[in-house]
């Protein structure tokens, strides 16, 4: 099994073979989250213009998604997984639509299968592509607004590569420590709670909560559909 590590939209757009789209803050754990309180379908989109075509055709779906941290104004949740884990969504419809993740799937053009990447689901993302033994991995850590470093995104494509290699990863502690600043310090500011509470940061950071992985399949040139897989 060869692993490629790339960045960014620029990476995502080279991904090839089995390709984990690393979104720890928040997009991908917002996902797990949504799928963890019953919601029955969740879509991605890259562009406002094709969320708002989409929730034109489905049922009274919910909407979710920022740009820049800041919840899209006609949208009814921030990307937020504390946010998200307060309600439930069973049998609800969600569009998702984000500044990095979400557009890191759908730059995702050449690659043979994709899953997302999120430290609360670590384990079973490693077991799920151990089960596979693809010939090529390609691990996209978007980062920031899809240009720039995250550190968050970084250290989880370091930790999952441990997981493929046989070797033991860091500790749910020294995960955070690290984490904590600078890249969890847009959390601890109190004039941004409304957007980015202090909570994501340990919601994003809870190592292996769920026992599941996210697969991403396409559905239309800017809508793919998330779907949940059990991994045991």
Known sequence: MKIKTLKFLEGAAKAEGLTVIIDVFR????????????AEKIFIVSKLETARKLKAKLDDPILIGERKGIKIEDFDYNNSPYFISQSNFAGKEIILSTSAGTKG??????ADQIITGSF???????????ARNPELVSLIAMGNNGVSKADED???????????????????????RRLRSPAGDRFFREETQSEMPK????????INKFDFVIKALK??????????????
């Open 154 to 176: 970084n250290l989880y494509a370091q930790e999952l590569k441990k997981l493929l290699n046989g070797k033991r990863t860091l500790a749910e502690a020294e995960i955070k």
């Open 27 to 38: 997009a991908y754990t917002t996902a797990a989250y949504l799928f963890a309180n019953q």
């Open 120 to 130: 609360v689901n670590l384990k079973a993302a490693a077991e799920y592509i151990k």
């Open 199 to 206: 909570e994501d940061f340990e919601y994003c950071l809870k």
């Open 105 to 110: 799937i759908i730059a995702a053009e050449n």
């Open 219 to 232: 559905i239309d040139t800017d809508i793919y559909q998330l779907k949940k897989e059990e991994v045991r």
